[in-house]
């Protein structure tokens, strides 16, 4: 785990509201990654900077206890064209705590490391976290998932 400053990006994918309360977003972000990838999402962003995928949660109402957004999709060099059945988002340059999720996906070591950051007394800011899937995710059995979470 360590402090990093994120420049501000932008994202465009798909977009879900969902919560944390009974188990809604155990339902609500696989399906999210279902439509990504049955919709063909990845092809259809324009200005692409890298395939690598963003799962970001921001729009918090408070913290992870209540409402926010999911977004799934790519890191894009401008909003200037985004397609009418996608969302696009900008994220502000923020400090982030920098945590790696390592094993098999199917084993659930997003979603554990997630239980720690939540137990955790990291000073969040609640404006924007992110997963980031890339070249070391490719292998489901032998993963690593790269998770930042804004901090004051």
């Known amino acids: ?12 994918g798909l977009a879900i509201r969902t919560s ?18 049955k919709e063909d999402v990845l092809s259809r962003i324009p200005n692409k900077i890298s395939s690598e ?14 409402p926010y957004t999911t977004f799934l999709g790519c890191k894009v060099s401008n909003l200037e064209e985004v397609p009418e059945d996608l969302d696009g988002i900008h994220i502000a340059e923020n400090h982030y705590q920098h945590f790696t999720a390592e094993g098999s996906l199917e084993d659930g070591i997003v979603y554990e490391t ?24 490719q292998n489901p059995q032998d993963a690593k998932v790269d998770i930042y979470i804004g901090i004051h």
Not at 1 to 12: A, C, D, E, L
Not at 53 to 66: A, S
Request: hydrophobic share 35%; net charge negative; proline share 4%.
């Open 1 to 12: 785990m360590k402090n990093k400053t994120i420049p501000s990006f932008s994202i465009i």
């Open 20 to 37: 944390n309360q009974d188990g809604q977003a155990a339902k609500d972000i696989p399906e999210l990654w279902s439509r990504f990838f």
């Open 53 to 66: 995928l963003y799962c970001i949660y921001t729009e918090y109402e408070k913290d992870h206890t209540l």
């Open 114 to 137: 997630w239980q720690k950051i939540w137990s955790s007394d990291l000073p969040r800011t609640y404006a924007a976290d992110f997963e980031i899937y890339g070249e070391k995710a």
